[in-house]
């Protein structure tokens, strides 16, 4: 028996198939799905802050990376992680979709499986969203909506002259894992296959940093050396990082070793680990009584808008390397 396409079955047969198990914050959802518009309330006392994020097949992701389930978490992940870099709690999730006629109505099940799987572990309500067609490979977009106390969130711009400098977890993992996956050693090294497929947003540590009173933050989406830069010039400073106080996975260097690769290059231009990297002062820093996943890797040294290296006594400019959709 040949497998359900999606033109077998319609835009409505396959709203029916996807469309449950979406709550999980009731208490901030007046009207959920199945209306021309999904109603949520916030808590007295909170601004609302809103980001969306678009994955394209051929360009984030192919059929070969990644399976549908992953797709799915990536999606959710990677738009969760922008309220992390604010400071905020994302509790609402919108989701615009483009699919072929051809593809398998099992693989948007498990695109949607995925998207329930990180929904529920961040606890961010499915407020419903649109589905079309597409002439040409899949394309998925997602909107998030979070809440932040009143005038708290962080933005990048508020760097100051003085701030400590700081990464957390480990960086380049994702950028290692997808080497793997397109080497053909995906079974050899199954932590950074995961860190690249599932990135995990870091909600509690951009919540924790905020109450610290972090001037900063942005999440590593594009590579450390894009963020770092982007915080440089819209605060309008210039940073020091010292390149050996980067945070490298162990795997990640057995890898980097293995391949002759240097693994910062995967650090500073990789990107999609969406981890967070912000400043904050260092009376600031000493008072949070959970620093584990937090490293500090340099400083903000003066007024300007440049990021650079401070190694064996010299210190130069780091260029941007990062993911740029338009350059090649």
């Not at 029916?16 to 007295?44: A, N």
């Not at 450390?224 to 819209?234: D, M």
């Not at 162990?250 to 231009?269: D, G, H, I």
Request: include cysteine; charge should be negative; proline fraction near 5%.
């Amino acid at each position: 028996m040949s497998e359900d396409r999606i033109g077998d079955i319609g835009e409505f047969g396959l709203i029916r198939r996807i469309t449950h198990d979406f709550i999980y914050r009731p208490e901030l959802v007046c009207l959920g799905t199945g209306d021309d518009g999904g109603v949520y309330r916030i808590p007295e006392g909170f601004d609302e802050v809103i980001s969306t994020d678009t994955m394209v097949e051929g360009l984030h992701f192919t059929k070969e990376t990644m399976g549908p389930e992953d797709v799915g978490y990536h999606l959710a992940a990677s738009n969760f992680s922008d309220m992390a870099a604010m400071g905020a709690d994302a509790h609402g999730f919108v989701l615009s979709i483009a699919l072929p006629n051809d593809l398998p109505v099992s693989w948007v099940e498990s695109l949607y499986d995925g998207i329930r799987l990180c929904c529920r572990k961040y606890r961010v309500n499915l407020l419903g969203g649109d589905v079309t067609g597409s002439p040409k490979g899949i394309i998925l977009t997602g909107t998030v909506l979070g809440m932040v106390p009143e005038g708290k969130m962080v933005p990048r711009s508020g760097a100051k002259v003085g701030d400590l400098v700081f990464v957390t977890e480990t960086i380049g993992d994702s950028a290692a894992g997808l080497y793997a996956l397109l080497h053909g050693m995906e079974k050899d090294w199954p932590f950074l296959v995961k860190r690249h497929r599932r990135p995990e947003p870091q909600i509690e540590k951009g919540i924790l940093l905020r109450k610290a009173g972090a001037h900063s933050l942005n999440d590593i989406s594009d590579g450390l050396s894009r963020e770092l830069n982007e915080i440089a010039l819209a605060s309008q400073v210039e940073i020091e990082i010292e390149p050996a106080l980067i945070p490298l996975s162990e795997e990640t260097k057995a890898l980097a070793v293995k391949e002759k690769v240097n693994p910062l290059s995967w650090a500073f231009n990789g990107g999609e680990d969406y981890e967070l990297t912000g400043t904050i002062f260092p009376e600031s820093f000493d008072t949070i009584e959970r620093k584990d996943g937090i490293t500090v890797i340099g400083r903000v040294t003066g007024k300007g808008h440049g990021v650079y290296l401070k190694e064996n006594g010299s210190r130069k400019l780091l260029e941007i390397h990062g993911y740029d959709h338009f350059v090649k």
